[in-house]
């Protein structure tokens, strides 16, 4: 028989509706508590979910002790205090993106996660899309040949923000497939750059590069001022090529396209001599998988309260978190200087 999980979840904003919902439905798991500090978000919840208690005040929840675990999904300054709160009080803990926002914050729960024996997941969602999951089978088969790049382009028009910028809001989606894809690297090196155009201090527009280890270059572009809703990814091998575009109806396009060295015969067949190559372009299939869809939100929900029950370490555990959390702070720490006065640098 599977063991039931009760949960409690903090916030039903923009994004816990979804999580309600999701982690409501999952056999085995009830959500006893929603802590919401917004009275017409508690009455929304009392009216769709009449089984589920709420209260403004988080010791509602902590304090009962029929609750095994809380579901983070609060701002996102929010998430190390809450966490830890809920760490302390005994409870697993699975939180949205990004899961704070400083290592050293990370660290601190992940100590307090090991000392009481708790597990704490990361709501990189994405990781858990089928579509993601078929390019990662391809690359550890080695169907794409070396990784050379990969970029991203999360675009939209608006939902504007003022607790974080566009980096801290979209990129965690991009870093986590990426660091997913390539076996969670640690970066060589880490550059952005990043423009606020409505909010002063918070940047609408951000480009990061960033450079993992032989040689693989990724570079991301996140906004909220852009005029068309763009969700795609491109991993560039030596092999073969993969488009991943999460709002077309295939999710998936496999090129078979490259670049070959073609030996050339020397006059004493010296074949590897540092100049003896020509190219040849290679312009094969393009196949479109089908890819079998399953809510990425519903297969989360499973996965979490499946290494609950088994002790198991979660996809999108703290070690993965910690990572995408590294490469942000280390991306808000590179922002080059510009000259205010517009007269340039130099």
Known sequence: MTKSITLAQFGCGYWGPNLLRNFSAVQGGRVAWVIEQDASRRAFVERGFPGVRTSADISSALNDPSVDAVIVATPAETHFPLTEAALRAGKHVFVEKPLATRVCDVDVLAEIATEKGLMVMAGHTFLFNNAVRYVKAMIDRGELGEIRSIYSQRLNLGRIRSDIDALWNFAPHDLSIIQYWLGNPEPVCVQRFGADFIQPGI???????????????????????????????????????????????????????????????????????????????????????????????????????????????PLTGIDHARRVVGILELASCSQPTHDQTGKGLL
């Not at 991301?220 to 809703?229: N, Y």
């Not at 989360?300 to 290494?307: D, K, P, Q, R, S």
Request: glycine share 8%; with cysteine; aromatic share 10%.
């Open 203 to 313: 940047d609408d527009v951000v480009f990061l590069n960033v450079r993992y280890p032989g040689k693989i270059l990724a570079s991301i572009h996140v906004s909220w001022l852009d005029p068309q809703k763009v969700r795609k990814m491109v991993v560039v091998g030596s092999k073969k090529m993969v488009v991943y575009d999460d709002v077309a109806e295939d999710k998936i396009t496999i090129y078979d396209k490259g670049i070959d060295r073609l030996a050339r015969v020397g006059e004493n067949m010296d074949f590897d001599g540092p100049a003896r190559f020509n190219y040849g372009y290679r312009s094969g299939d393009i196949l479109i998988p089908r890819i079998d869809w399953v809510e990425p939100l519903r297969a989360e929900a499973e996965h979490f309260l499946n290494c609950i029950r088994t002790g198991s370490q």
